[in-house]
């Protein structure tokens, strides 16, 4: 059997079986020749890198090679394995996004709950949130799950699953997030926090990478729940519970609500951050900041609509939370190429790449490294300021913070 696949727009038959690689060989051999030195690379239908080593779908597929090198030189091109290896931090991360498929299935199994696939790769497709039409529809993916998190050890174990992961990624410092709401009434707020601060310090003790956790208010939440979450999780403050967020569909829900929620996190010595400006405009940024106390912002892409706020966010050196293929997975924004990211970073906006969800995004850190690289042109220096800002933007006490940063630096160095 045979499959179609389209390459700049050309189309071309190849095997079942075939790779990206085969089918711009079928095109074209000096073009497969131009991908095989690292001179060009390839994109599918949307803009998005993939490696040329990926086997093609049963679907076929539309692919786009991009040659980059410049006669004389240009910028040197990374590869994924660089990059994988390139030493990294990430602030930006649903602990509910980023499961194994394989523990999906075993926790549901284990107890009795329905998943809507019985292989990791059926679960890993059913969740993808490629095709989703809206922040909205996104968060349905969350729903799933959700379904298997609902014990104690479940908790633990993907707490753990995911700082093993994360580390294997290149990842030395991770803030990971998510709403102990969520994992009522199966569990007691005070459950649901300590179940994966367990997992968590596990997993540190093995990997050496370092861990704090961050717990979301949820915006369609009563604010009561907000304030109530904030009171459990000032408790375990000092224990790795670094900071309160507020998450969920941001479009007729204002952060400012929440405020009370906000206040008493900053007034127990917790760190604040807010999504802000992804499922909405500016002025949800400008809420975030003003009427929470904001530190961090999480997204904030569509801060550049608002100019005198893009200034004041430079001014004040307030760190972005950006997820490059979230934001096109929400319709955040409309391709790649799109992505403010790099010009944010060159106006002076302390910009961090983060993976939103490892699992519904389909993602790992490294991807999108790879991706600002490839799909946006951050060169190695520019890749080297963007880790340093995730650094130095960490919910981590001065001194650990220094540590942090002295430790990525030597190992960019040595790199
Ligand atoms: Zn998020």
Request: with cysteine; net charge negative.
């Amino acid at each position: 059997m045979s499959l179609r696949v389209f390459v700049n727009e050309k189309p071309v038959t190849v095997a079942r079986g075939a790779t990206v690689r085969d089918a711009v060989e079928a095109l074209d051999r000096d073009l497969a020749g131009l991908l095989a030195s690292g001179a060009a690379y390839a994109t599918d239908g949307v803009g998005r890198p993939v490696d040329a080593g990926e086997v093609i779908g049963e679907g076929g597929a539309i692919l786009r090679v991009v040659v980059t090198a410049r006669k004389g030189g240009g910028a040197a091109r990374m590869s994924k394995e660089l990059l994988r290896r390139w030493p990294k931090a990430e602030l930006h991360v649903h602990l509910d996004g980023c499961l194994r498929p394989e523990t999906m299935l075993e926790l549901a199994r284990e107890q009795g709950v329905r998943l809507p696939a019985d292989t990791p790769a059926g679960l890993a497709q059913a969740l993808h949130v490629k095709h989703a039409k809206s922040l909205e529809e996104y968060l349905t993916k969350y729903e799933i799950t959700l379904s298997v998190m609902q014990t104690a050890p479940a908790l633990e174990r993907i707490a753990y699953e995911f700082v093993v992961d994360a580390a294997a990624d290149g990842v030395r410092y991770v803030e990971v997030r998510y709403s102990p709401l969520l994992h009522r009434p199966a569990l007691t707020l005070t459950q649901a926090i300590e179940a994966p601060l367990a997992g968590i310090r596990r997993a540190e003790g093995e990997t050496g990478t370092k861990v704090g956790l961050i717990v979301c208010g949820i915006r369609t939440r009563p604010p009561a729940e907000s304030l109530e979450l904030a009171r459990a999780a000032a408790t375990y403050r000092g224990s790795g519970l670094v900071a309160f967020d507020l998450a969920g569909p941001e479009r007729g829900h204002p952060a400012g609500e929440h405020r009370a929620a906000f206040e008493y996190a900053a007034g127990h010595g917790m760190a604040c951050t807010c999504h802000a400006g992804e499922g909405d405009g500016p002025s949800s940024i400008h809420e975030a900041l003003h009427a929470c106390g904001a530190q961090r912002i999480g997204h904030g892409t569509r801060l550049g609509e608002d100019p005198a706020l893009l200034d004041y966010v430079v001014e004040r050196a307030i760190p972005l939370e950006m997820c490059l293929s979230s934001n096109l997975h929400t319709h955040t924004v409309t391709a790649i190429a799109e992505h403010p990211f790099k010009r944010y970073l060159e106006r002076g906006v302390v910009v961090t790449l983060n993976t939103d969800g490892r699992l519904v995004d389909g993602i790992s850190l490294t991807d999108e490294y790879f991706l600002a690289h490839s799909a946006l042109g951050l060169s190695r220096q520019d890749l080297t300021r963007v880790t340093l800002n995730a650094c130095q933007s960490a919910f981590l006490p001065e001194y650990e913070k220094v540590a942090l940063v002295s430790r990525v630096q030597s190992e960019l160095e040595a790199l």
